[in-house]
């Protein structure tokens, strides 16, 4: 079993920068594809970014591409999403999440991925 707390989240101004923190316990999480998901109100959760279980590769949302970067420490076991120049659509939920499975693609559909955080709230005000 897995279990996942996702952290750092918070009011910023756009423009503002924030990083979130997964901590990953249960198992060394280098075995898990890891994602970050979002879900605002009223909206569906929608994949942000995913780093391959292997780190050999990581894919980014179109919406989040070139601003957020994911990145992982194997020896902490933990996630991090460092989101810049941020803007008032990007106010959500953030959840990290886990998929056990170890795929050859990274999977942006959240029924792929098996162990979900609480998540952590990021506001952006205008």
């Known amino acids: 079993q897995v279990q996942l707390e996702e952290s750092g989240g918070g009011l910023v101004q756009a423009g503002g920068s924030l990083r979130l923190s997964c901590t990953v316990s249960?198992?060394?999480?280098?075995?898990?594809?890891m994602g970050w998901f979002r879900q605002a109100p009223g909206k569906e959760r929608e994949f942000v970014a995913a780093?391959?279980?292997?780190?050999?590769?990581?894919y980014y949302a179109n919406s989040v591409k070139d601003r957020f970067a994911i990145s992982g420490d194997d020896a902490k076991n933990m996630l991090y999403l460092q989101m810049s120049s941020l803007t008032p659509e990007d106010t959500a939920d953030y959840y990290c999440?886990?998929?056990?499975?170890?795929?050859?693609?990274?999977?942006?559909?959240?029924?792929?991925?098996?162990?979900w955080g609480q998540g952590t709230q990021v506001t952006v005000s205008s």
């Open positions: 999440a886990a998929d056990k499975d170890r795929r050859l693609g990274i999977m942006t559909s959240p029924r792929y991925y098996d162990y």
């Open positions: 249960g198992r060394t999480f280098s075995t898990y594809t």
């Open positions: 780093r391959r279980w292997d780190s050999t590769n990581t």
